[in-house]
């Protein structure tokens, strides 16, 4: 579609109407935490010990909306709870338990010039546990669902679960949320621009012949993509192609085929790719092991473990498609709980080992089996030191990625 210098000064006020609706916003909320049953153990090493209350508490958000759907937030929340009572297990009388979280949140919303808007969110943070006898900081995840119901434009009621993970205790709590959002101006803003913006858009179009060749050549976009012809150096890109500023449609992943037509947007730099941008494949069967061994007592990596992790890291960068599960076990001696969380202890220290060479986390697990499944005789001194130890092995028929010659 060909463009007046008219229609083309409306859709840049049109554009500066969008960024005028950007808001900041209040937010205090009634809040009702359901915590992680295995809370207080964690914190405290193990042993029996009573769950903290699930309990009511309060946060407040203060954010800055940048369209109608899309903000970001700063959210405090408190909860003062009390461990629970159990006379038959010695604890008659509760514990006071502070739980504080700071978090930085995105959201996004669904519908937002709507009344009812739902959304989604996610965010990062500290959180922290305290009591008499407790103090704990640890980072947390958030991922939510909820809704706003806007009364007018300046306040909503707004409904929020969440789930909460703490990321070093490996703990997930939950949170029910109820508030009331304020926000105090920026959309009466926008509207001005856009009814001009409208006005503007019916300027006749036998305007365009009385302007000086030069105005022309900056507003004409032949193939809609954004960049006047004048600058265009690819002037047949396909609707709704992305560009860059040349116009010429954009390759992410520099592959070689463009954003538009490519089918998998993040292929590894150096592989060969089909005419849809996916990785030609070939079939074969790939097998690696992994044996490190263990002092007593210790999930510390010895030094002759270096060259099995590098060993399985070399396979796994060779062959991106195959996963790998760690085991962690540990001898028939000590305490069972406290062998379970050492063999998983050992397995997560191979398993950041192989991240540390360049492996992505998200293809491995890492499980720990304490003394359940010995490889030798426990009753020998050579038998446990066989049974401390970390395995892993995988052997699959696989497409092997093709790369280029």
């Known amino acids: 579609m060909k463009l007046t210098h008219k229609?083309?000064?409306?859709?840049?006020?049109?554009?500066?109407?969008?960024?005028?609706?950007?808001e900041v916003t209040f937010t205090p909320f009634a809040t009702y935490q359901f915590f992680d049953t295995e809370t207080v153990e964690e914190n405290v090493g193990g042993g029996v010990v009573p769950d903290i209350e699930d309990k009511?508490?309060?946060?407040?958000?203060?954010?800055?909306?940048?369209?109608p759907a899309i903000g970001v937030e700063v959210n405090y929340g408190r909860t003062e709870s009390d461990t629970e009572v159990d006379a038959l297990l010695g604890f008659p009388t509760g514990v006071q338990v502070r739980n504080s979280r700071l978090s930085l949140d995105g959201y996004y919303a669904f519908n937002a010039d709507s009344a009812f808007s739902p959304y989604v969110l996610l965010g990062v943070g500290q959180n922290r546990l305290k009591s008499s006898g407790l103090s704990a900081?640890?980072?947390?995840?958030?991922?939510?669902v909820g809704a706003f119901y806007r009364f007018n434009q300046s306040v909503a009621l707004r409904m929020e679960a969440r789930n909460v993970h703490n990321v070093d205790a490996d703990l997930d709590d939950q949170l029910v949320m109820l508030g009331l959002e304020f926000s105090p101006g920026g959309s009466a803003a926008a509207e001005e621009p856009v009814q001009q913006a409208a006005v503007e858009e019916q300027a006749p179009v036998e305007q365009l012949a009385a302007a000086p060749a030069a105005i022309v050549a900056a507003v004409v976009d032949s193939d809609g993509d954004g960049v006047a012809d004048a600058q265009d150096k690819c002037p047949?890109?396909?609707?709704?192609?992305?560009?860059?500023?040349?116009?010429?449609?954009?390759?992410s992943d520099k592959d070689g085929?463009?954003?538009?037509?490519?089918?998998?947007p993040d292929t590894k730099a150096g592989a060969a790719v089909s005419a849809t941008g996916c990785y030609q494949e070939l079939q074969q069967e790939v097998a690696i092991e992994l044996n490190v061994q263990f002092a007593t007592g210790k999930a510390t990596l010895q030094g002759d473990a270096s060259a099995e992790i590098q060993k399985v890291a070399s396979f796994m960068q060779q062959y991106p498609t195959v996963n790998?599960?760690?085991?962690g076990h540990t001898d028939n001696r000590g305490n069972a709980a406290v062998n379970k969380r050492l063999s998983q202890q050992r397995?997560?220290?191979v398993?950041?080992?192989?991240?540390?060479?360049?492996?992505?986390?998200?293809?491995?697990?890492?499980?720990?089996?304490?003394?359940?499944?010995?490889?030798?005789?426990?009753n020998t001194e050579a038998g446990r030191a066989e049974n401390r130890r970390v395995v892993a092995s995988a052997k699959a028929q696989t497409k092997a990625i093709k790369m280029k010659q």
């Open 324 to 327: 790998v599960t760690i085991e």
């Open 347 to 349: 397995a997560d220290a």
């Open 351 to 378: 398993k950041a080992e192989l991240v540390k060479q360049g492996v992505d986390a998200a293809r491995l697990s890492a499980v720990g089996y304490g003394a359940d499944k010995p490889i030798a005789d426990n």
């Open 137 to 144: 900081e640890d980072t947390l995840a958030n991922a939510g």
């Open 257 to 264: 085929v463009a954003d538009f037509a490519d089918k998998c």
């Open 56 to 67: 009511e508490g309060y946060a407040l958000a203060l954010g800055y909306r940048f369209t």
């Open 7 to 22: 229609t083309a000064i409306a859709l840049a006020l049109a554009s500066a109407a969008v960024t005028a609706q950007a």
């Open 236 to 251: 047949n890109t396909p609707a709704g192609a992305a560009v860059d500023a040349t116009g010429c449609p954009l390759d």
